[in-house]
């Protein structure tokens, strides 16, 4: 596989979306590299309008890029605002990676999602099964959208030579989650219901669908290591899967954040939600070849994560 150094050192680096989950932690991670960080609020810049992001990256002049900006949300949101989830990502998208381009950006790197895959492409799932079948419908304006942002980095690296690469994460959860119960994704919902639970002495709690989807789960910090990992190493075309290989059924996960969290009643299953896809698991051995694995288990990024919920949104 093709790769070349891109040292980050002296760089002026963009965390498109530092406020996020990724963002934020690209944002701890890149602050051990010798690197000058941009970062720019929603008011002070709406990613969503072209004017404003060709204005701002030509004012900044950006060495390269991180996009982890993107408009995210677990499996209830993804199905409930497709309109939302469609147009916000392709004009973010669409905007930074053609910006980037005019303004001669070295490098930029574009965070995709699991969810580009096909809901029954074979498992483990390889970067080759972009593409060869119908989309999970909960979450396909969300994949589309993430689709055409590996797309536009191919096309503006085979038309205009740029060095636009992509990564795709596994689900993700860590420091700085959404722990919205409606909006967020599994694990900040289930560390959120646990801890409602215990406080209250509840005998149970919910788990959407059977509890029997299987998931791989990647600590927010281990990703992080990973893209500046694919930004100083990597080259090539082809998007690059991040994952951990820890995979676990819903239920396994739940019972997990319930030790975490120390509630000790049942699981209740509400069969009106959704399961979604019944397996999602990344095959991350291109990332391996290259020398990179995911250094932090279940148990311990949970410890983090339930350790943030409590400092920041526990009442
Ligand atoms: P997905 O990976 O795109 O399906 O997104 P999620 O992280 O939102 O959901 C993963 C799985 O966890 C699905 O099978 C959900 O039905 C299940 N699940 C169980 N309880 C919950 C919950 O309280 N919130 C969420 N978001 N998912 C849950």
């Known amino acids: 596989m093709e790769t ?4 980050l050192s002296g760089k002026k680096i963009w965390v498109a979306g530092h406020r996020g989950m990724v963002g934020a932690a690209l944002m701890r991670r890149l602050e051990k ?8 609020t ?9 004017d404003q992001v060709e204005g701002w990256i030509k004012k900044n002049k950006p060495d390269c890029i991180f996009l982890a900006a993107a408009k995210v949300g677990g499996i209830w949101a993804n199905n409930t605002y497709p309109a939302a989830f469609l147009y916000d990502n392709l004009m973010m998208e669409a905007n930074i990676i053609h910006a980037a381009y005019i303004n001669k950006v070295e490098k930029l790197l574009f965070l995709g999602s699991s969810c580009i895959y096909p ?9 080759e099964a972009l593409l060869s079948g119908p989309l999970e419908q909960t979450n396909e304006w969300y994949a589309l959208a993430k689709i055409a942002g590996i797309k536009m980095c191919q096309a503006y690296r085979r038309q205009y030579g740029c060095n636009f690469i992509a990564a795709m994460p596994t689900n993700l959860f860590g420091a700085g989650d959404n722990y919205d119960p409606e909006g967020g994704h599994v694990v900040a919902s289930l560390i959120q219901k646990a801890h409602k639970a215990k406080q209250s002495g509840a005998p149970s ?4 669908g059977t509890g029997s989807p299987l998931r791989e789960f990647l600590y927010v910090d281990d990703l992080a290591d990973a893209l500046v990992f694919l930004m100083e190493n990597y080259d090539g075309e082809p998007h690059i899967n991040v994952g951990s290989g820890l995979e676990y059924t819903i239920l396994q996960l739940a019972k997990t954040i319930a030790k975490t969290v120390g509630f000790e009643g049942d699981f209740l299953f509400d069969d009106s939600k959704p399961d979604g896809t019944p397996r999602k698991l990344m095959d991350s051995s291109r990332m391996h070849a290259m020398g990179w694995r995911a250094p932090t288990s279940l148990e311990d990024g949970l410890k983090v994560a339930y350790q943030w919920f409590l400092d920041h949104k526990a009442s």
């Open 4 to 7: 070349t150094k891109y040292a």
């Open 205 to 208: 709690m919910e788990l959407w």
């Open 33 to 40: 590299e010798n690197c000058t960080l941009l970062c720019a």
């Open 42 to 50: 929603q008011d002070e810049l709406d990613l969503r309008r072209q």
């Open 119 to 127: 809901r029954m492409a074979a498992q483990p799932m390889k970067e």
